[in-house]
Nanobody, 131 residues
C-alpha cells in the first residue's frame, strides 16, 4: 500500500547541512499516515530521529538532534523532509523514513520514536559527516 523512497544523503563536513527527502507512493484507502525518520550507524541498532503527525502540526525529536534537525512534510507532494543542520560526525548513518496508518497507530510507541510502531520503510539514504 505504501512505498517510500529516500534521497538527499551525501557526504558533508562537520557543521554542514543536508536536507533529506522521502517520497511516498500511497494506494488511497482513506487512511492518513504518521511518518518518521530513523537512522542506523554501523554496528549500532536503528534509532528514532524525528516523527510527525499527518497534519505536520505535531513533531517529536530525539534528544541528540533536538535543535539541529527539523522534520516537515508536504502532503500535496506526498513528501517527508528532514532538514539537518550543524551536522556532527556522530550523525553518520543510513537514514530511513517510515510510515504507519492512523488506524494502526499506537500513540505511545510513536511518541517514543520506536521503530516497532511503523509498518512501512524506505531503503535508506547514506549520510556521512567528516570531522
Amino acid at each position: 500500500q505504501v512505498q517510500l523512497v529516500e534521497s538527499g544523503g551525501g557526504s558533508v563536513q562537520a557543521g554542514g547541512s543536508l536536507r533529506l527527502s522521502c517520497v511516498a507512493s500511497i494506494v488511497y484507502t482513506g487512511d492518513v499516515y504518521y511518518m518518521g525518520w530513523f537512522r542506523q550507524a554501523p554496528g549500532k541498532e536503528r534509532e528514532g530521529v524525528a516523527t510527525i503527525n499527518p497534519s505536520g502540526g505535531t513533531t517529536y525529536y530525539a534528544d541528540s538532534v533536538q535543535g539541529r534537525f527539523i522534520i516537515s512534510r508536504d502532503n500535496a507532494k506526498n513528501t517527508l523532509y528532514l532538514q539537518m543542520s550543524n551536522l556532527k560526525p556522530e550523525d553518520t548513518a543510513m537514514y530511513y523514513c517510515a510510515a504507519v496508518a492512523e488506524t494502526r497507530l499506537h500513540f505511545a510507541t510513536w511518541v517514543r520514536l520506536r521503530e516497532d510502531g511503523y509498518d512501512y520503510w524506505g531503503q535508506g539514504t547514506q549520510v556521512t559527516v567528516s570531522s
